[in-house]
């Protein structure tokens, strides 16, 4: 039964750490907005060219035209498939999105597995290679969940293993890598490895459904040492990402959004006036050196 409990630990603290980050992200102060057009949220055909609002006649009396779907379309093109790198580095991109393309499978993969638990409390019968069932919605999530979970373990298990070796060995990538990245990329690939060590033993994810079906009923969870290995490594990895750099999947979207495309008009009586009054009036700490922030100090030195 602990490790149901841990298992709840771990997918509460991974949801409630992510949330906190995005909270603090929220509250930050305003950053230095870059405004670098193209702008997608520009709509018509501004938003491809590198036009903006600016060019209308008397633009600050007409109300606000957003493009959101723009804007929401040019994220998705970064998140799901890492559209900067791949134009700036193509050689990395392969590496890089082999690790991302395999998380998101995996996560494609808890679905399935959580859809094939449901499918069997419910009646339905999932079967295995050497019985496939006449259920057709059955077969479907089995090879779906197959075919999704043995891709995503080995693309991320490649991606993590070659970037900690490309960092290893690269005298370019080693010297700005610190010690916690390639901490972060063998702990990706300790858990995947766990896994695999599992999979190898039951290849239709059985013993997936059995820990959804655990989950779903709060019942304890039947784990060998191998499975029990892979499921604390799993849940320790759920709870140490959101409170890492790999969190940049909640700072994208505030990258985006609120650094590279925020050209919100400073009008007055705006909110962004409030905003831009609020940042100008922000005080340094009375600890900073900088002879333009602190002369007292630099004459202490002296």
Excluded at 74 to 96: A, G, H, P, V
Excluded at 98 to 110: D, E, F, P, Q, R
Aim: charged letters at 15%; proline letters at 5%.
């Amino acid at each position: 039964m602990l490790l149901t409990v841990f298992v709840y630990v771990s997918i509460l603290a991974f949801i409630g750490l992510s949330l906190y980050k995005a909270y603090q992200y929220a509250k930050m102060p305003m950053h230095g907005r870059w405004e670098l057009y193209p702008v997608p949220k520009e709509p018509g055909g501004k938003g491809h060219y590198g036009g903006s609002y600016y060019e209308d006649l008397e633009w600050w009396n007409k109300p606000r035209e957003v493009s959101h779907a723009g804007e929401i379309i040019d994220m998705l093109k970064e998140m799901l498939f890492i559209k900067n790198l791949f134009i700036n580095q193509r050689r990395q991109w392969w590496l890089s999105y082999a690790l991302h393309l395999g998380i998101y499978l995996l996560g494609l993969w808890t679905v399935l597995l959580a859809v094939g638990a449901i499918t069997e409390l419910s009646g339905l019968t999932l079967s295995t290679p050497e019985g496939v069932s006449n259920n057709a919605w059955a077969s479907l999530v089995y090879y779906a969940t197959f075919i999704s979970g043995g891709a995503g373990a080995l693309l991320l298990g490649f991606g993590s293993l070659s970037l900690f070796l490309k960092r290893c060995f690269n005298n370019t990538f080693a010297k700005y890598t610190t010690p916690q990245e390639y901490f972060n990329l063998f702990f990706l690939f300790a858990v995947v490895a766990s896994g695999m060590v599992v999979w190898s033993a039951d290849p239709g994810f059985n013993y997936g459904r059995e820990i959804m079906k655990a989950l779903f009923t709060f019942s304890p969870i039947q784990a060998d040492t191998a499975l029990t290995i892979h499921i604390l490594l799993l849940g320790a990895v759920m709870i140490y990402i959101p409170q890492t750099k790999m969190s940049h999947y909640v700072g994208k979207y505030f990258a985006f959004h609120k650094v590279l495309w925020d050209n919100e008009p400073n009008l007055r009586n705006s909110k962004m006036e409030s905003i831009v009054k609020e940042a100008i009036s922000y005080k340094p700490k009375a600890s900073w050196s900088a002879p333009h922030i602190n002369p007292a100090a630099q004459q202490e030195k002296k």
